[in-house]
Nanobody, 119 residues
Framework: QVQLMESGGGLVQVGGLLRVSCTASGTSFSNPMIDSMRWFRQTPGSGRELVASLRHSGTTTYADSVKGRFTVSVDDAKNTMYLQMSSLRPDDTAVYLC??????????WGQGTQVTVSS
């Protein structure tokens, strides 16, 4: 059974740095059945927003609101995906969830980690 577990969330001040992690079990991020590896975020009363996406080709895409501030990466040796966040703003406050989009069209989700940016 494939599971994703996020960690690294917390409270950070405006302008600060934070890195959240997503560790996989039951699969590896190099699994060729993975279409894309993604980070979403969700706030109360809002839908999930796609923040960053990474494909095996190395192609990355970012939401306009985080371009130049967030970086998605994978460490295959640790079977972990990261989202490095910098220049954090109060509107970055959200639950951050990692996701695997499979070529079978199925999606695998983690439970999320809370990031709160304090002014």
């Amino acid at each position: 059974q494939v599971q994703l577990m996020e960690s690294g969330g917390g409270l950070v001040q405006v302008g600060g740095l934070l890195r959240v992690s997503c560790t996989a079990s039951g699969t590896s991020f190099s699994n060729p059945m993975i279409d894309s590896m993604r980070w979403f975020r969700q706030t109360p009363g809002s839908g999930r927003e796609l923040v960053a996406s990474l494909r095996h080709s190395g192609t990355t895409t970012y939401a306009d609101s985080v371009k130049g501030r967030f970086t998605v990466s994978v460490d295959d040796a640790k079977n972990t995906m990261y989202l490095q966040m910098s220049s954090l703003r109060p509107d970055d406050t959200a639950v951050y969830l990692c996701n695997l989009k499979m070529y079978t069209s199925s999606n695998i989700w983690g439970q999320g980690t809370q990031v709160t940016v304090s002014s």
